[in-house]
């Protein structure tokens, strides 16, 4: 078994012709991984059509100070539940951090916060996860459909959503337009 907490703050990469579309050039934040599952936030998609404020609106928080910023796609698992992945300035009673990388809070109380000006300096919003139950994340990492790259906040926060999965790549030293979408057999 891989270190459990080896993953936490780092980023997971669908390596091409992985085979599940729901993961095509994902960039997974790995917020959570231990004995018992892991969980991690999608980096690389936008919601079509959906900003921080509609969001805001819909749960009924008054945008106020908020930077209508896009709501990314977290992944499959609960598509309606939301997710903020942070800088470390702002902590609430359910954060949780992973590592250097960044905070998570799935409370409303954090976008009540950022709606008044007073939350996060840095911040993305998703809707979703990744998830795994226990051991299944380790089964898939043996079975090469993810890269394991370390987790850099400037990616999270200062790079466009679709330029996320080459960015990480590059930060490991590959020219993504290199990897290949199958692998051989010896």
């Known amino acids: 078994m891989i270190d459990s907490a080896s993953l936490a703050g780092q980023f997971l990469l669908a390596m091409p012709g992985m085979g599940d579309p729901r993961f095509h050039r994902a960039v997974i934040a790995m917020m959570v991984h231990d004995g018992d599952g892991a969980l991690g936030i999608g980096l690389g998609r936008v919601r079509p059509g959906l900003g921080l404020h509609e969001l805001l609106e819909d749960l009924e928080i008054d945008p106020g100070q908020a930077p209508d910023c896009p709501v990314l796609d977290g992944g499959p698992v609960e598509p309606q539940r939301g997710f903020v992945l942070h800088s470390p300035d702002w902590d609430g009673p359910d954060t949780i951090m992973a590592g250097e990388l960044c905070a998570l809070s799935a409370s409303l109380e954090v976008l ?75």
Do not use: M, N
């Not at 916060?113 to 998703?126: C, D, E, K, L, Y």
């Not at 400037?154 to 790549?169: G, L, M, N, Q, Y």
């Open 112 to 186: 009540r916060a950022i709606a008044a000006g007073r939350g996060p300096s840095r911040f993305v919003v998703a809707l979703g996860y990744a998830g795994w139950g226990g051991g299944q994340l380790d089964d898939e990492l043996l079975s090469h459909g993810w890269q394991v790259a370390g987790g850099k906040s400037a990616i999270v926060f200062d790079t466009a959503p679709e330029d996320r999965w080459a960015a990480c790549w590059q930060s490991l030293g590959i020219d993504p337009a290199l990897l290949a979408g199958q692998t051989g057999r010896a």
